[in-house]
């Protein structure tokens, strides 16, 4: 589904990635891991196409198409979906005509016509119910004076409603107490299914107690160096990341 060759990519004129491979398949879920400031959340904002994000070399490939390519519009209605490691607040904009838009937007990309009014309150309903939230944070404005754990229940609440088939969440966890943890962790898994798949970057352990994936990646100084199963996220708890790095320094 998602087939990242060799990427390059630069802030400020500085490179931050440096020649990073990642293959997804459909339906699996990706850990990344890594040290503050090893290209996490560069990885993600190029993969969703965020201004001030340059591409230097490699290829990326969603669907067999050239996704570097894509305008960033393009990408969310292709299916691409970022949950962003700090959410935006958008005091004076309601949350549901915010959802509302944000989706009509999607399917207007896709040529299919907006959701009327019923249609997207049952669709909304629903999506609760599967995420077994309540509709208070819909009344009020987009995260605007929202907690830390009530913005990333947000962000589980869009990716339940715009149906990404690649959801990329950026350090969901950072800053969240236990229950909160648990509301994104069971939002992730009550969306898992065989067509969507989630490259979850995170800066511990933690949240794979809740969240199982099938592969788990470490990047540090933007590139993969070491990739695993659960087991290395075990791994990178007990030892830190100096062992891999240092063995990578060696190498
Ligand atoms: P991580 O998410 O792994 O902590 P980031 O991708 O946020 O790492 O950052 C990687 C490096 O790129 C850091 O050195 C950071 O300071 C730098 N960087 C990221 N975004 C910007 C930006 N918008 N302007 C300048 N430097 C940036
Ligand atoms: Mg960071
Ligand atoms: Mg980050």
Redesign the pocket.
């Known amino acids: 589904m998602l087939t990242i060759h060799e990427l390059r990519a630069a802030?400020?004129g500085?490179e931050?990635l440096k020649g990073l491979d990642l293959e997804v398949g459909p339906g699996e879920i990706h850990a990344i891991m890594?040290?503050?400031?090893?290209?996490?959340?560069?990885?993600s904002y190029v993969l969703s196409g965020r201004d001030?994000y340059e591409v230097t070399g490699g290829q990326v490939l969603f669907d067999g198409e050239d996704l570097l390519a894509m305008a960033p519009e393009e990408r969310a209605q292709r299916g691409i979906f970022l949950a962003f490691?700090y959410p935006v607040e958008l005091p004076g904009v309601n949350n549901t005509s915010f959802l509302k838009a944000s989706l009509n937007a999607i399917r207007a990309g896709r040529g299919e016509p907006p959701l009327d009014a019923v249609s997207f309150m049952r669709l909304m309903r629903d999506r609760l119910k599967v995420l077994h939230l309540d509709d208070t944070l819909l009344k009020r404005d987009v995260n605007a004076g929202f907690s830390g754990g009530e913005k990333k229940r947000n962000e589980i609440f869009q990716m339940a409603l715009l149906e990404p088939r690649l959801a990329i969440l950026?350090?969901t966890d950072s800053g969240l107490d236990i229950d909160a943890l648990r509301v994104v962790a069971d939002g992730v898994n009550a969306l898992r299914c065989q067509t969507r798949s989630m490259i979850i970057?995170t800066h511990y352990q933690r949240l794979l107690d809740y969240i199982k994936p099938d592969h788990v990646h470490v990047?540090a100084n933007g590139r993969i160096i070491r990739s695993g199963g659960k087991e290395l996220a075990l791994e990178l708890e007990a030892k830190g990341y100096g062992w891999i790095t240092g063995e990578e320094a060696a190498a």
């Open positions: 802030v400020d500085r931050i890594g040290p503050n400031g090893s290209g996490k959340s560069t990885l001030g490691q950026d350090e970057v990047l």
